[in-house]
């Protein structure tokens, strides 16, 4: 965030509106009570009754999606998101 004056408006009004999208998808799913959201929080069996908290959430997310490579589809010249077409093998996480 320091760097942050550095970026072109456009640039940081695309960061901002991404980082608070991400936030606020991580608390609504705090609030939903679900079998599967139970599960992204089990990543951490030492907890006494395993509370389903935002950052709880975060890290089973993050255990999930840290293979995906999302700063590669980046594309500076058009500056757009592009995914490479690639063949990923299909992962069961639960």
């Not at 940081?12 to 509106?17: I, M, T």
């Not at 006494?48 to 010249?77: C, E, S, Y």
Request: net charge positive; proline share 4%; with cysteine.
């Amino acid at each position: 965030m320091k760097e942050a004056w550095q970026q072109t408006r456009q640039t940081l009004h695309r960061w901002v509106h991404l980082t608070l999208v991400g936030y606020g998808l991580i608390q609504l799913l705090g609030y939903l009570d679900d079998q599967t959201v139970r599960q992204l929080c089990c990543h951490s069996p030492w907890r006494k009754d395993n509370p389903t908290t935002a950052g709880q959430i975060r890290k089973g997310l993050l255990l999930i999606f840290h293979h995906v490579p999302v700063r590669q589809w980046w594309n500076r010249k058009c500056r757009k998101f592009e995914r490479k077409r690639q063949t990923i093998s299909p992962i069961a996480f639960f």
